[in-house]
């Protein structure tokens, strides 16, 4: 069975980019929708089918694929060939509809083979229709500038040069999977390698192998439960921080980070330590060279942006158009004020619009208190809590 890494749903030996040429003119200009953590959604099309279809931009993932239900509404007929992807909540088998076009902009690639996987929690975690993931496949084939600003990507040709005279550039790893070397430190510091994940939406993600057999984190530090959701199903993991963190020049400090048990390696544990996803990324206009095994990395205004260090232990899902308790970690402060799996939940702090990103910013406010007017059995109730800072 040949195993295919697939991750959502992740350093640096850096130089100073030189001054470079002005960049010809993109092949396609795309916006995109940024959602909770930075994960990206782009629009595009399957010739020759009109339907619009939103597509999680990914470089944590080694193929592209497409939703099942997507597919099955589109009336097409994926194939078994033994192929098996391998995600945070296990590894399963998925068939694929192959040689098929994909409408990005002003682009059509070509030669596509989709793997189908179903996507329904990723769907109900956003709040918005996951049609498929965009990975190694087609972002291969593209150098692609990031505006996180703007909210738009600019796509060239391989070959074009597209670095500014800022910033800094510095060279991936690529077997499909991009990786590099950043400078982590807790109670001691190491340079250690990561999967560069933009389809992630945390900071940083490490394997409890990596944790436990490096010595690098405070072990007398608090660690709150929390749910994570991706290829496979969804797992349990801890929330915790960090004393540092350093990209090249860039420094963070008190890193908001994630460890969890890799029962199928998909951190790549000991090539790789963990993975680095994009709700710190988005904190740089991101140029991925792919062709020339190259990332260019330039602060942008969200750069100073403070950490979310809230923990409520709730997890909001969009079930059947109405927003409802999909995760709830035991003994957490939404948990104790009473909140149950499968409540709907109709406002936060007066925000009745029902509009999940909209709840869980409201979630966000660390230190803060929060209250919820909730439904179940068809009863109105209503409680209050505290959201919990985690440092």
């Known amino acids: 069975m040949r195993v295919v890494n697939l991750f959502t749903g992740l350093m640096f030996f850096v130089s100073v980019a030189s001054a470079?040429?002005?960049?010809?003119?993109?092949?396609?200009?795309?916006?995109?929708?940024?959602?909770?953590?930075?994960v990206m959604i782009v629009t595009a099309q399957m010739p020759p089918f009109p339907d619009t279809l939103q597509f999680i931009f990914d470089t944590g993932s080694s193929g592209i694929s497409l939703d099942s239900s997507t597919a099955a509404y589109l009336g097409l007929q994926p194939v078994y060939s033994g192929y098996a992807i391998r995600g945070v909540g296990g590894i399963r088998k998925v068939p694929f509809v192959n040689g098929r076009s994909l409408q990005l902009g002003s682009i059509r690639a070509d030669s596509l083979d989709f793997h189908v996987n179903d996507y329904s929690v990723l769907t109900s975690v956003y709040g918005v229709r996951i049609d498929g993931i965009i990975g190694y496949s087609l972002l291969s084939r593209y150098v692609i500038r990031i505006d996180q600003e703007l909210q738009q990507m600019d796509w060239f040709a391989a070959g074009v040069n597209v670095y500014p005279r800022r910033g800094y550039r510095m060279k991936l790893e690529m077997d499909k999977l991009p990786s590099h070397a950043a400078y982590v430190q807790d109670v001691r510091g190491e340079q250690s390698r990561f999967l560069i994940d933009l389809g992630a939406g945390l900071n940083l993600l490490f394997s409890r192998r990596y944790v436990q057999s490096s010595g690098l984190l405070d072990n007398t530090r608090k660690r709150w439960i929390k749910?994570?959701?991706?290829i496979g199903g969804r797992i349990e993991m801890e929330l915790t921080t960090m004393r540092q963190l350093r990209i090249g020049p860039y420094r963070f400090r008190q890193v908001p980070i994630n460890i969890f048990d890799d029962d199928f390696n998909v951190t790549n544990y000991p090539e790789w330590s963990?993975?680095?996803?994009?709700?710190?990324?988005?904190?740089?206009?991101?140029?991925?060279?792919?062709?020339?095994?190259e990332m260019h990395l330039l602060p942008n205004r969200y750069f100073s942006d403070p950490f979310d260090y809230s923990y409520s232990g709730l997890e909001l899902y969009l079930v059947a158009n109405k927003i409802r308790v999909g995760y709830l970690a035991p003994g957490s402060p939404a948990a104790a004020a009473g909140l149950e799996l499968g409540d709907e939940?109709?406002?936060?702090?007066?925000?009745?619009?029902g509009i999940l990103t909209e709840y869980k910013f409201q979630l966000q406010k660390a230190?803060?208190?929060v209250r919820i007017i909730y439904r179940r059995d068809e009863k109105i109730g209503e409680l209050e809590f505290r959201v919990l800072r985690i440092r």
């Open 20 to 38: 470079q040429e002005t960049p010809v003119q993109p092949l396609t200009r795309i916006p995109f929708l940024s959602l909770t953590g930075g």
């Open 227 to 230: 749910s994570g959701e991706g």
């Open 345 to 353: 939940v109709v406002a936060v702090n007066k925000n009745f619009s």
């Open 274 to 293: 963990g993975l680095i996803g994009n709700d710190l990324l988005r904190r740089f206009q991101v140029i991925l060279n792919y062709p020339a095994k």
């Open 367 to 369: 230190g803060e208190r």
